[in-house]
Structure formats: C-alpha cells, structure tokens
C-alpha cells in the first residue's frame, strides 16, 4: 500500500512533465510555436543575397521580436551568427546569463552608471554623442563600443557635420572603439524622393567613414543596413548588417515591393483553443458593451487569447478573423483581456479543445503577422514584440 501510494505521488509529479509537450500543444491557453529552422533558414537566405564580406548581427532586442530572445540567439549561434544587437543593456545581460557569446551590441542609451555591468558582461555600447563617451571614459575601466552616426534620421547619434565631436569620440584613453554605424529611416520605400533620402544618408556615411580614415582613425566594423537596407539596397558592402523583422521571416508590411527576392520564411505561428461552443440567437447580444447583436441564429465559439496577449482589440472592428479545422471563423464582439469570441456557424464539429490559429496556417488557410498589421493600421514588427508574456513559447525544428 505505502509503496503504491508512493508511485502515485511519483507519477502525480512526473506525468505533467512527460505531457508538458504534448500539453504545450492542446492543454494550454495560448502558445507560439516558433520554428527555429525557418529562422537560421532565414539567416541564410540574407546571407546568400549580401556580399560575403557582410556579417549578419542579428536583431533580438524585444524578446527577438516575441519570440524568445534566448532560444533564438541560441540558435543562430549555431547557425554561425556571432554578432547580436539588442535595445537595451537588461536584454544583453540575459543573453549572457544564457550562455551567448560573441560580439552584443546595445544599441540604445545606457546610464553611464551601469558601466561596470556593460565591462562585467561584456556587452558592446553605443556612443551616441561626445558627452555621453565622456561619461562612460569616466568610469576607468575598458569598455568596447560602436560610434553611432546620425546622417539624417535625427532620432540617437552624432550629427554627420560635427567632425570634431565625432573625432573625439575614437579617442578617450578608457573606450575602445570596435564599429561605427548608421541607421536608415526610408530604406522601405522605393519611392524616388524616399530613394533619395535613403541615398543621402548613405553618401554621408561613406563620407564620415572616410573622414575618419584619413584622420587616421579605424572606424572598427562598420554598419548602417537594417533589414529593408538588405532587401532594398543589397549592394551596400558594409562589415556588418543589422536584421530583425526579415529574420523573422516576415517584411514590416507585407505588400511592400523590395528589390531583391529571398525566400524568408516566418518563424511564429499563435494558437490558443476553443473553451466553448454555444448557439445564440437572433438578437442576443455577445460580449462586453453589447457590441455585436447577430441577426440571424448563430454559433459562436469562445477562444482562450486576448488583447493582453498581444492580439490587438482593433482586430475585431477590422475584419480580423482566426482558423478553426481548416476554415476562417469571423472574430465577432468586443476582443477581452484573455479570450475572444468567433463565429463558427459555418464550420462543421467545433468543440472545445480545439485548435485555433491566430498567426499561421491551418490546411490550406493561412494568417500572417502582416495582414494583422495591415487591419490595424501598423507593422508586423509591432504585432510581433507585443506578445505577451503568457504566451508560452514552444520550440520546434521542422
Ligand atoms: C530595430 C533596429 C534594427 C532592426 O530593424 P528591422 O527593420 O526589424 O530589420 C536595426 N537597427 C537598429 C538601430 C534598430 O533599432
């Protein structure tokens, strides 16, 4: 009896386990399955369309974009990615915690009080101006970092005109000056005036990095290319390229147009599950506010995922629709915190535990991260890095 009673505690303990994988599939509440061939697929594909000189420093700021900022610089590690930039210094402290190596770039402010974390860690910081390198120089001790350059986008940088600021920021005794970079804020545009611009910012780049050659200062690895810089002006030779969204298999509005064709692949799908099935009728009014009366009987399905996921509730007054066996089923009334309503009336045996997709495809239907955007009026980049941490990520190779 003890023995028996034993064994059941030991299999109360470790069956949850053995089913975690199955249960990360069809026992939880909403998952991202993210498939990490696809990323180093697409890794690839941006590599094969650069020229060879071009490294990738692969973008994985945001929790890369939703999808796990660990697993993903795990994997291109493993891919032989050995640059990574982030936002801030919290998610490069992670990566290293975790385990990644190579060259991490911040590509944000830091207080230049957290300098003894950037030297601990390792972690490249970007000097964004003659002062902010005097502050960090004051803290004493080695510290790598790349000089940005603003050549026309006015958001973090050095001004392209001020030479003597720029120059002094390759020598202050304590920092050690490993890039120098650039980021372009047209580059998704092929418009003639957007081109240009983008044009402009590039001359002026190469005219810096010439400049300060000549003043027989290196540069370092020098980069400006995100990812619409790749696709759009692929000819760019620089040391290093800095994407994100195209890694993730996806552009930042899917029906851009972009010079040069690489099979990106997307590397997210959402689901959650259908919790109910219930017949209303003609009338009867559904969700918060009353916001959707049919007019016909109907069957509606309720579904475990909501805006506090990252699931926009605009989607709902945009058309926004998710896939259930196969078929699209019409989000319908106003999306919740955690669940949303669909109408299923059409699709033959719904019930609960069903599959939902949000993101991805379901048969020969498929949703993608951009038409989402495209309803609601942004980027997919957007709807990417909203979700939220309750989505629990699953990992698969294909
Ligand atoms: C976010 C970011 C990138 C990546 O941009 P994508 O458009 O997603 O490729 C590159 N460089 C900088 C400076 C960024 O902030």
Redesign the pocket.
């Known amino acids: 009896m003890k023995t028996s009673a034993y064994m059941d505690r030991l299999l109360m303990l470790l069956l949850p386990m053995a089913r975690k994988k199955e249960a990360a599939r069809l026992g939880d509440r909403a998952w991202a399955e993210v498939n990490l061939s696809n990323l180093s697929h697409n890794a690839a594909e941006l590599q094969r369309v650069l020229p060879s000189k071009s490294r990738i420093m692969a973008?994985v700021?945001a929790n890369a974009?939703g999808h796990g900022s660990i697993e993903s610089a795990r994997e291109l590690s493993g891919a032989g990615v050995a640059h990574f930039?982030v936002?801030e210094i919290g998610e490069g402290i992670a990566l290293r915690k975790h385990g990644i190596r190579g060259d991490i770039l911040i590509?944000?402010y830091t207080s230049p009080e957290r300098a003894p974390e950037l030297a601990r860690y390792r972690l490249t910081q970007t000097v964004v101006s003659r002062e902010y390198g005097e502050a960090l120089n004051a803290y004493g001790a080695k510290l790598n970092v790349h000089v940005k350059i603003d050549t026309g986008m006015n958001r973090?940088g050095v001004p392209f005109p001020e030479l003597d600021s720029m120059m002094a920021c390759y020598r202050f005794s304590h920092l050690h000056v490993t890039g120098t970079?650039s980021?372009l804020s047209m580059s998704?545009s092929l418009g003639q005036a957007e081109t240009r611009f983008t044009q402009q910012q590039l001359s002026r780049f190469e005219l810096v990095i010439g400049q300060l050659r000549e003043a027989g200062i290196d540069p370092g690895l020098v980069h400006i290319q995100?990812?619409?810089?790749?696709l759009n002006y692929p000819e760019v030779c620089c040391d290093l390229v800095?994407?994100?969204?195209?890694?993730y298999g996806l552009l930042?509005r899917e029906g851009d147009e972009v010079r040069t064709k690489a099979d990106l692949r997307p590397v997210l799908s959402l689901k959650a599950v259908v919790t109910q099935v219930k017949e209303v009728k003609a009338g009867d009014p559904v969700g918060y506010g009353r916001n959707f009366i049919p007019s016909q009987d109907i069957r509606i399905a309720t579904v475990s995922i909501g805006y506090a996921d990252g699931i926009p509730r605009s989607l709902s007054e945009h058309g926004g629709y998710v896939l259930i066996r196969g078929q699209r089923a019409r989000i319908v009334g106003s999306i919740c915190m955690d669940q949303l309503t669909v109408n299923v009336t059409s699709i033959e045996g719904v019930r609960q535990g069903d599959a939902v997709t949000l993101i991805g495809q379901d048969g020969a239907e498929k949703i993608t991260a951009g038409q989402i955007a495209a309803r609601c009026g942004t980027v997919a980049?957007e709807i990417l890095s909203r979700l939220g941490s309750r989505i629990e990520r699953v990992y698969r190779y294909d």
């Open positions: 973008v700021k974009y930039a936002a590509l944000g973090l970079f980021h998704d995100s990812s619409y810089g790749i800095r994407p994100g969204i195209a890694l930042s980049n």
